[in-house]
């Protein structure tokens, strides 16, 4: 916000800053400097706020006080020879003051709830649409959406949404959905998921919005998950287990035992393998790092017949997706041969086994990177606000992944930090990226290196993730440091000899009969090649001293000291005078000096 000072009285002094911004997150307190008056009279002003130019979008929410502030000061001769003034009604203890109302809009938020079925190996769960229902429970008075109940839509389960929700305040909303049987439906076969919690985070955005972020998401949903199963039936004979790893991957360095093939029989009465000790053989597991094949006993019938058998494939490898048939049949036929003998026959032997082919994958794994624009001061400077001046560029050759923003400008008024990501990567590899900074600003002396190099190295942990690190963290961003500093700025002290006679006398001629010295109050001050002045003229004249050169801001303090004397002429009773010399860094390299004692107003 900017408070501009404005005078109602005509010819009205003014300070030299008559407008000027808020120069803390909360307001903050702020003068307009000095106004110097040179006659007694009552002066009228007025302050008013506005919005700075360019921060409209920054103050969403906030009103701006329309108050126009009169303030009065009265200037008043105090016989002394000097002006007193006082300002009417405000002070530092009681400033003037604007007041902004701060507002937010309502926001909705909504969440999804998903129906999930799991079955027993080589089972199929039955068509389940609208079989459950879901139930939303709003806990300590937490706003509801117009439907608080649902059943799942589809014969797998399904995911319905409760929404919109309307939140008009902050704060964390919790709610409890509760799964039942749906009324008229039949759950058996199926276990109940119970309740879960779903929690909705209202956040203010500081700008008049508010977002809403459910604990529930599209992409990581609240669950309910039943399972559905039936007593199992197991058989097992020979069976090859074939990991297949796609190029480029890793894979785990062994499944050995990690999955098991279990026989059952689906005909009736039909004979079970044995081993040669006679002991029957239902399981067995894989036998190689990468496999490998299993071979059940003997088996031993006693008619004819054709006999099924299903294998069913158990275990979990991380990474690894199961083959998606995992419960297999296998039958052998068995015939009589009519010379009192039988011959079995199946249809897969150890020349060609029945064979489970499971696939590794990875799931994509992220990384991001920051990137931090650091200022370099000096302690004495006051460096500019380059808030968005700066702009850092993310290339990648063809191919690489990149962000989805691949351009950010500094964030802050001494920099700030930038973040790229989060960047997806789905193959293991090593990927290299450029961040280029640009922009100028006056003073400003850029990075030396203004292209950087980032690298992000992803390694398969062979169990289904990948990692990805980059060699800049948020302890150790990358960074571009550039700095800042000022050029000299140079000022002259003018001082007048006058003097002044009774009507009808003369001065005599008194050049080069004063003497004015300069000396630095302020201790390390600059000085002038000339410290030294003389009267120059006959009746006194003007001088100045030589041109100072100051390379740092500051208040910088003098005096200069008459000596000297003329017959008939008596000295100023003030021989020593002060001289103050005011150094401001204008904030784009260059400074400014204001001398008290000046061309128009000498000392």
Do not use: C, W
Request: hydrophobic share 35%.
């Amino acid at each position: 916000f900017t408070f501009t000072l404005t005078a109602e009285t005509k010819d009205a002094p003014l300070p030299s800053i008559t407008s000027l911004s808020n120069p803390d997150d909360n307001g903050g307190l702020m003068n307009f400097g000095k106004i110097t008056f040179t006659k007694p009279e009552t002066f009228k002003f007025y302050v008013a706020e506005s919005v700075t130019p360019g921060y409209e979008e920054l103050v969403g929410g906030l009103s701006v006080d329309p108050t126009i502030v009169p303030v009065t000061i009265i200037v008043e001769d105090n016989g002394l020879g000097q002006l007193v003034a006082t300002v009417e009604t405000y002070t530092v203890e009681s400033p003037v003051t604007f007041t902004n109302d701060y507002k937010v809009e309502p926001t909705k938020a909504s969440f999804p709830i998903e129906k999930k079925v799991t079955a027993a190996e080589g089972l199929t769960a039955p068509d389940i649409t609208g079989r459950f229902s879901f139930t939303l429970t709003a806990v300590d008075g937490a706003p509801l959406p117009d439907t608080i109940s649902y059943t799942n839509p589809d014969k797998d389960g399904g995911v319905v949404t409760f929404g919109e929700i309307e939140y008009t305040k902050p704060g964390t909303y919790t709610y409890t959905i509760e799964e039942s049987v749906a009324t008229g439906m039949s759950g058996k076969g199926f276990t109940l998921a119970g309740e879960e919690t779903v929690t909705v985070q209202v956040v203010d955005n500081g700008d008049g919005t508010m977002t809403a972020t459910a604990s529930s998401t599209e992409n990581n949903r609240t669950t309910f998950t039943n399972h559905y199963s039936v007593t199992p039936a197991t058989a097992s004979f020979p069976v090859e287990k074939v990991l297949s790893v796609p190029a480029g991957l890793e894979g785990p360095d062994s499944i050995k035992e990690e999955y098991t093939f279990t026989l059952t029989a689906v005909t009736e009465g039909a004979p079970m393998p044995k081993d040669a000790d006679g002991n029957e053989v239902t399981e067995q597991k894989n036998p190689a790092d990468n496999g490998g094949t299993v071979t059940f006993g003997t088996f031993t019938f006693t008619k004819p017949g054709e006999y099924v058998y299903n294998v069913t494939e158990t275990g979990e490898v991380d990474g690894v997706e199961n083959d998606a048939e995992a419960v297999k049949q296998v039958t052998i036929k068995v015939v009589d041969n009519k010379d009192g003998t039988l011959t079995a026959t199946a249809d897969y032997t150890e020349d060609a086994p029945l064979t489970f082919t499971n696939t590794y994958g990875v799931e994509p794994t992220t990384a991001s990177f920051p990137v931090e624009k650091l200022l370099s001061v000096a302690d004495a400077l006051t460096a500019p606000d380059i808030t968005g001046e700066f702009t850092f560029t993310l290339t990648a050759a063809d191919g690489t992944p990149v962000p989805e923003t691949t351009e950010y400008t500094n964030p802050d008024v001494d920099g700030g930090v930038v973040t790229f990501g989060e960047i997806e990567y789905t193959m293991p590899g090593t990927y290299t990226y450029t961040i280029t900074e640009k922009g100028e600003v006056d003073g400003i002396t850029n990075d030396g290196t203004a292209s950087k190099t980032v690298t992000v190295t992803v390694v398969d942990l062979k169990d289904g993730t990948l990692k990805a690190t980059a060699d800049y963290t948020t302890d150790a961003p990358l960074t571009f440091t550039n700095t800042y500093t000022v050029a000299p700025t140079t000022a002259n002290i003018p001082v007048v000899k006058l003097v002044e006679a009774e009507d009808g006398l003369k001065v005599g001629d008194i050049t080069g009969k004063f003497s004015f010295e300069l000396q630095a109050v302020t201790a390390g001050a600059p000085l002038p090649s000339v410290t030294v002045l003389k009267t120059p003229a006959a009746d006194g004249g003007k001088m100045t001293f030589g041109t100072i050169e100051f390379t740092e801001p500051g208040r910088y303090a003098y005096t200069v000291t008459e000596t000297g004397s003329h017959g008939g002429v008596t000295n100023d009773p003030v021989n020593v005078k002060d001289v103050i010399i005011l150094v401001v860094d204008n904030s784009n390299g260059t400074m400014t000096a204001t001398v008290s004692s000046t061309d128009e107003n000498p000392l």
